[in-house]
């Protein structure tokens, strides 16, 4: 089930898999078959933060909450909902040009575009906390990726249908996107949020962690310099008291479902500080050397949580999670192969 604020913004994505392990799933049918039974998953556009509004029966925005629950956020929620979002759409529209299927891919285009509008409002939003200029923060990678693949497909069929002149059209305009795309990123990197400085952030994607004042464990699935939530957020989840403040790195996270209690109206993801993780090769490291693993210290259980399938590949040889390419390109992150003991020759 992906969570989300009350509807203004309406996708269709397949049901999940009855299944206690695997808590959700995007089943990708081909375009031309006949469409399975689906559910709509909503999500607002608007209301990060301490706003947006939820199904009736949900706490109250503004209402003080428990203290295990005062890290959910509904903005980084937000933020990993229409990133998903994302993944899925591009995969519907690679596949309906593979078909050639070209009025479903203008759909799912359509649908990309609503997307890529909320993410703009959103990150506007996280600017807005932040002070950083809304330009900065408009436009991604992944958008920039999706114009140009769009583009070079429309240039394809002009050069098929031996349309030179067309085709001549939708190469200037891949000149032009590109030259876009890096004045974006210069912009972007002089304000971007996720840039931890020169250090990095101490945890990587895909690390399991554990709070240290409430103990609940966690995968991180992101990262901010600082925090960009409201100041309705920061006032209850007590962030502007800590020794670091707001001014250190805030981490996205994927509560293991078993230390959150569900609430089907809030969250399922948390808005946490650095100083308050720990994971084992931090607290086991001795001499500048990387500690014991997460399997080492607590065997090969896997986390739970029903976004973990969407944004992961599986479980590296440490224990932590492997996150797919498209959200190590939105952290600029290489990828990285941890084999368990005696598989590495196995390696192709």
Known sequence: MIHGPASALDLTLSPAPQSTRVACSLRRASPLAAAPRRQVVRCQA????????????????????????????MLVNEEVVYFIFQLDLDTQLQRCLNYEAYEAAQEVRKKRTRVDEAVAAMRDRKSRNTGAPASATRLGAADFAAEGLRLRTEMQRAIEAENYSEAAKYRDLLKELETASKKAAALAAEWDTTNAGAGGPKLRLGQRVT?????????????????????????????????GGIRQVF????????????????????????????CPELDTAEDGQPGKSWSEMYGNDPLQHPYLYILFLGMDGRGDYVPCRQLRDKY????RDVYRPGEEDKKD
């Open 251 to 278: 981490y996205h996270l994927l509560v293991d479902a078993r230390d959150w209690e569900y609430d089907p109206h809030l969250p399922p993801v948390a808005y946490v500080a650095e100083e308050l993780l720990t």
């Open 46 to 73: 608007t209301g990060g933060g301490g706003g947006g509004q939820w199904p009736d029966g949900a706490r109250p925005p503004s209402a003080p909450r428990p203290s295990g629950e005062r890290e959910r956020s």
């Open 332 to 335: 600029s992150v290489q990828r």
């Open 211 to 243: 709070h240290t004042q409430l103990g609940y464990r966690a995968v991180v699935v992101g990262w901010d310099a600082q925090c960009c939530e409201s100041e309705d957020w920061i006032s209850q989840s007590k962030a502007d008291k800590l020794k």
